[in-house]
């Protein structure tokens, strides 16, 4: 995997508040590496490691997105919500950003027919066929219509598996991440103090609760794999 320059500015990463971990109480001890300091009671993580990692996924995205892979990106916290789906779109990569359904990886074949029941409901309403049923059967069709949009719409061109998913809070999204575990899908975490590094291929100590420091991670991830999609598109 070719090493590439990402422009990641640690004063930016400062300035995101990257840096501030949990309080020191609650921590997890395999994190102790990517650890640099404790103040007033919070650990501060590493930044330069931090860039280190950061730069990997960067190229580990970017060779993927090249080769035309599929990304999935899953963070349903409220903090992160906007921001993923955000980072999702403007790289054309799928997102779960509301709750993880249970299994929606490991038995893939029941999230298919969710999908195809929503898109089948989406052409409908488009068609403007809703209309023309009896009320209460079009308010039953809208309300899992809506529902399905909720859980379902970030995945909605979803045919597969995804290659590689990435993680904004490997806490809140742990069944998520055990998926991908049992599946063997590589997967790329923000890592706060309170988490285990050795869960996830690629783990970016960060943290995962300030909506700057979500978004300044994303926003790199994103870039590459954008830059990647180029040379995908320019090099078939």
């Not at 999935?72 to 779960?96: E, Q």
Request: proline share 3%.
């Amino acid at each position: 995997m070719t090493r590439r320059y990402w422009n990641i500015n640690l004063e930016e990463m400062m300035e995101a508040g990257v840096h501030f971990g949990h309080g020191t109480r609650k921590w997890n001890l395999r994190m102790s590496p990517y650890i640099s300091a404790k103040c007033k009671g919070i650990h501060i993580l590493n930044l330069t490691r931090t860039a280190r990692f950061l730069s990997e996924a960067c190229d580990l995205v970017f060779d993927a997105s090249s080769r035309g892979k599929q990304f999935l990106i899953v963070g349903t916290k409220n903090k992160a919500a906007d921001s993923v789906a955000r980072a999702a779109i403007r790289a054309r990569c799928h997102y779960v950003n509301k709750k993880w359904l249970g299994g929606m990886l490991t038995n893939w074949s029941t999230t298919e027919t969710r999908l195809h029941k929503f898109r089948d409901l989406r052409m409908e309403q488009k068609a403007g066929r809703l209309t023309h049923l009896p009320k209460r059967d079009a308010a039953v069709l809208k309300r899992q219509l809506s529902h399905l949009q909720t859980y379902l719409g970030g995945i909605k061109y979803m045919t597969g598996l995804p290659d590689i998913i990435i993680i904004v809070d490997q806490q809140e999204e742990y069944t998520a991440l055990r998926e991908c575990i049992t599946l063997g899908i590589p997967t790329i975490c923000l890592t706060d103090t309170n988490c285990d590094p050795d869960l996830a291929d690629i783990s970016i100590p960060a943290n995962d609760d300030a909506i700057a420091s979500i978004r300044l991670i994303l926003t790199k991830l994103v870039f590459a794999i954008c830059e990647g999609r180029s040379s995908y598109i320019r090099n078939p």
